[in-house]
């Protein structure tokens, strides 16, 4: 069966929303990059809090009109405006009292979100909101979309998605250096806003399928396993774009071909389970690569004692520096060097001499900062200057 609902096979609700779902999840992935280089992943926290009283005003609202209360586009409209506002608070918050911005989210959070729970309290004693279903946009709920839900979470991350490619360039600079992007005449309020309102549509378009409290996961989890693999901002945007749309169709999909489990957070599962691989494979910052270049530089380590200490006639009594030492073929099985060994070793001792010479001279303090007890000193001096240091200690005319 998930085979068969990845494929949109599995019936026209099913495909609906792992459409909606993937959709979502790219829009969600790219915007969210802005917000994480920016430094303001909990400003998503605070948006996506403020949209519940809004959800619960819309109801109401729609129902003293006479309407059906339960219609997405009016409820998606009321979240927007109540998220506005509680973005505005806290802007207002962080520019006008002495409340650094963590404080000031969570005392909007917390009160939106408390709001919000009373309306949520109050609807389901109205006679039209007991079966109102208002609980999903907590956690998602995708049972029962309707095709014109699906084109309307399909159109906002279109939407987005456009956005987000015209600000690109000005939404990066400001990310990574707000002074000199001022300095080049981008309007860094403006772009701030801009992004938070980018952010604002995520969160109010993915209320219906993975709630409000998840599209927050949603929103960070993608960019930070997609730092992992690049260290360019467009590359990160593009793999976070690429991972959340992949979490929305696979978990979209995994909860298809399992009804009994919420699309919501199996969607959130499944970035996690991306960002847990991330963190243990990606080849420059993860666990694994981190835990390789321990292990190389150890063994360079032992190479490198035991390489001076059999320059120097020592015994070696390090298990492990014998056996690598053994295995590059610089000694025997009992110990004694072979001529390889003895050359690399006389090699070693040399350069210690070399580095100290540099150490001591003005002249190469540059090159001495470069210094670890590891680093081949050809890779720092040229052959010139290394045969002047040899004069003076009274070495070979020409670099070994």
Sequence with gaps: MLFEALTFQLGYNATLVTIGATLLGVAAGITGTFLFLRKRALV??????????????A???????????????????????????????????????RLGEDAAIGAVLSVFFGIGIVLL??????????????????????????????????CG???????????????????????????????????????MGLVLAVTVVGLKIVGLIL??????????????????????????????GVSGWLGAGISASAPDLPTGPIIVLVAFAVFA????????????AAVLRYLAFQRRVHLRQGLLALAQGQPIYEKMTLRLLQRAGLVRPDGV????????ASKAMRDEARWDVVRRAEEW????????????????????????????????????
């Design 44 to 57: 998503s926290d605070a948006i996506s809090h403020a949209t519940l009283p809004g959800v619960g005003l």
């Design 59 to 97: 109801f109401i609202l729609m129902v003293l009109l006479g309407g059906d209360g339960r219609n997405l586009a009016g409820l998606l409209l009321g979240s927007a405006v109540s998220a506005g506002l509680g973005l505005l608070c806290v802007s207002w918050l962080t520019r006008a009292t």
């Design 121 to 154: 309290t109050v609807i389901q004693t109205m006679s039209s909101g007991r079966q109102a279903g208002l609980e999903g946009f907590l956690l998602g709920s995708t049972a029962g979309m309707l095709f014109s839900d699906a084109v309307l979470i399909a």
């Design 157 to 195: 991350g279109a939407v987005v998605l456009a956005l987000v490619a015209w600000l690109q360039r000005p939404m990066i600079l400001v990310a990574f250096d707000p002074e000199y992007a001022a300095s080049a005449g981008v309007n860094t309020a403006r772009i701030d806003l801009a992004m």
């Design 215 to 244: 599209i927050i996961a949603l929103l960070i989890i993608p960019p930070v396993a997609a730092r992992f693999w690049t260290e360019r901002a467009g590359l990160v945007a593009l793999i976070a774009g690429g991972i959340g």
């Design 277 to 288: 691989i991330s963190l243990l494979v990606s080849p420059g910052r993860g666990v694994l």
């Design 337 to 344: 060097p072979t001529e390889a060994g003895r050359a690399r």
């Design 365 to 400: 303090t540059g090159a001495a900062a470069l210094y670890d007890g590891l680093r081949e000193i050809e890779s720092v001096l040229t052959p010139d200057q290394i045969t002047e240091i040899d004069r003076m200690i009274g070495g070979p005319k020409v670099a070994t």
